[in-house]
């Protein structure tokens, strides 16, 4: 009865339809060729003696070749070793309606299915109650599906080990080679072989490969996972551990996620660093030429009178290059001169003009708020600077409110949000196009209702040549003034650093205009025209309150006016 089965199985078993491809099946004769380096010549002249006789579907060579194997089971006609087991052809007078089939390349046609493997395993179990079956297809096992496996899970019980084993030998497959070994036909003795190459053997990997993981009853039971050191544990321990986030500098760390480690020192510039490589272009310009100036020549009035035209055409304004050529002419008439001499008083003269006005942005903080108005020419960074400076407030712990007062713009409305909503501000905001002057008055009594420290209130940008713009800008400081007659209470001004003398003319409408008592000027990193503040310093003696050096968040700084003299002097501070 074993013996009846196992040729079965490997004859009929299967876990396929039928495809039925004739030119898919080869002859015995070819598959006698392929068996042949398993057996002896006799063997093998003996096997064909046997197969000679039968028909077509009887020579299909089932055990020989388990892609055949495949095709063939679905037929479910007598194997080629049928005739050597007559007890098997016999059996079953179903059996013996499956020997009358038609030819394997029919079958499909007519729609036959394969022995079923109810069939297989009703039969499995009167020969061996551990054996399953190799032709056993995957979905009843569970595997794809993730269904229960428990039908199959004694076969694991026996030996779990080798279950969780690397080798896709699993223990039925032995036990497989161990029967084979009785005296059955040569083509059953290839069925080893087939179990290692074909079919079976793949069934058996799958089983391996997912038993250990999938199986959540048998975990405990399974040494391998009892032990922790289960494949699946450890790569999901591992890719656990990858997937922690290194959080970007600007989020907070939250559970386990890993805070963005602090730059390199090596990278951190010192604030003079930064201002010194933002003004590079204009020192480097400055300091070549004067530098090529005085390149053995005598002061005397000819080289004074080019060095003075030299700091005019540098933007720093008459009155500041007229201070430094008579500080040189002072100390140097007629003797040699350097370029680091020049440089040096420069620096110094600079530094005089520039000390004045470089004062911190006082807050009021008993009026509740102290109202800030930011007025400026289009994109001279009157969004991006107040945006800064409430990251300063509130991070000192201020209760700030913004105000989307450039309601011509919707980009500016949406910036201005995104710079509430990252430094934990307040921000009253409306429609495009809506009225400044009604949205600043709105703004201001929020920001008084909620007792915010500080509003800082941002206007569209507008060429200080636009007269009905710039009177638009007057009535929202008329309308602040209705709340308070003080307010707003700093009119501060950005000024882009690039735009050069232009900027001379935009301060001095502004602050007719909108009273402007305060100047940021922005765009400092990279500019040639860095000196066109010390012009301005000089002309208009407005404090300057901040100096932007870049985009983000940080690259706003207090003015210093040594740094900065320095800085467009190229020498070290
Ligand atoms: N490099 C550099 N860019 C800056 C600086 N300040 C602002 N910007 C950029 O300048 C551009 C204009 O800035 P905004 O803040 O939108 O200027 P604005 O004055 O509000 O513009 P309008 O609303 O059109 O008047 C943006 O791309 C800013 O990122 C700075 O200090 N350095």
Do not use: C
Request: glycine share 8%.
């Amino acid at each position: 009865m074993a013996l009846s089965f196992l040729k079965k199985v490997f004859t009929f078993g299967k876990d396929k339809p039928i495809e039925a491809e004739p030119a898919a099946v080869p002859a015995a004769d070819a598959v006698l060729d392929v068996a042949e380096s398993a057996f002896t010549p006799e063997e093998t002249r003996a096997i064909k003696a046997e197969l000679e006789p039968h028909s077509r579907t009887e020579d299909l060579p089932v055990a020989t070749d388990p892609v055949l194997a495949e095709e063939m089971d679905t037929g479910g006609g007598p194997s080629a070793d049928s005739a050597d087991a007559p007890e098997f052809a016999a059996e079953t007078a179903e059996e013996q309606e499956h020997a009358l089939l038609p030819p394997t390349e029919q079958i499909g046609d007519l729609g036959l299915i394969p022995l079923s493997l109810l069939e297989v395993e009703a039969e499995a179990s009167e020969v061996e109650e551990s054996f399953v079956p190799p032709s056993v297809p995957e979905p009843a096992l569970g595997l794809a599906e993730g269904t229960t496996r428990e039908g199959h899970l004694p076969l694991k019980g026996e030996d779990q080990t080798e279950a969780a084993a690397p080798s896709p030998q699993p223990t039925t497959i032995d036990e497989t080679q161990e029967l084979s070994a009785s005296p059955l036909s040569p083509l059953e003795g290839e069925m080893p072989g087939r179990a290692e190459g074909g079919q079976p053997a793949t069934l058996f990997e799958d089983r391996t490969e997912i038993a250990p993981q999938a199986i959540s009853p048998l975990e405990g039971e399974m040494p391998g996972r009892a032990e922790g050191d289960s494949p699946s544990a450890d790569t999901t321990d591992a890719a656990e551990t990858q997937a922690t986030p290194i959080l970007p500098k600007g989020f907070a760390a939250g559970g386990a996620a890993v805070e963005a480690q602090p730059e390199a020192p090596k990278q951190k510039l010192t604030w003079f660093q930064r201002l010194r490589q933002g003004l590079a272009r204009t020192s480097s310009q400055l300091t070549g030429q004067i530098t090529a100036l005085f390149t053995k020549r005598k002061l005397d009035d000819e080289t004074l009178q080019d060095l003075e035209d030299l700091l005019i055409q540098a933007d720093l304004g008459v009155e500041t290059a007229l201070r430094v050529t008579d500080t040189l002419a002072s100390e140097r008439y007629g003797k040699d001169v350097t370029g680091e001499d020049v440089t040096r008083i420069m620096a110094a003269e600079i530094t005089k003009v520039l000390a004045p006005v470089a004062k911190p942005l006082q807050l009021d903080l008993s009026h509740k708020p102290h109202v800030i108005l930011v007025v400026g020419v289009n994109g001279t960074g009157k969004t991006t600077t107040i945006g800064k400076l409430a990251a300063k407030l509130s991070g000192a712990g201020l209760k700030v409110m913004l105000a989307a007062g450039d309601t011509f713009r919707a980009a500016a409305i949406e910036q201005l949000k995104i710079w509430a909503e990252r430094t934990k501000s307040d921000i009253v905001s409306s429609k495009l196009g809506a009225d400044a002057a009604g949205l600043a008055y709105e703004a201001f009594e929020q920001a008084k209702l909620k007792k915010s420290d500080v509003l800082i209130i941002d206007t569209a940008g507008r060429l200080q040549n636009r007269a009905e713009l710039m009177a638009e800008l007057e009535k929202i400081v008329r309308v602040l003034g209705k709340l308070d007659p003080d307010a707003p209470h700093t009119v501060l001004q950005t000024l882009d650093a690039t735009t050069g003398q232009n900027a001379l003319s935009q301060v001095e409408i502004f602050r007719n205009v909108a009273g402007v008592n305060g100047l940021i000027m922005t765009k400092l990193d990279g500019t040639a025209r860095g000196g066109i503040l010390v012009a301005i310093s000089a002309k208009h003696k407005l404090p300057v309150y901040f100096i932007g050096v870049g985009e983000g968040v940080d690259d706003l700084e207090p003015f210093e006016a040594g740094d900065f003299a320095h800085a467009i002097a190229g020498i070290a501070h």
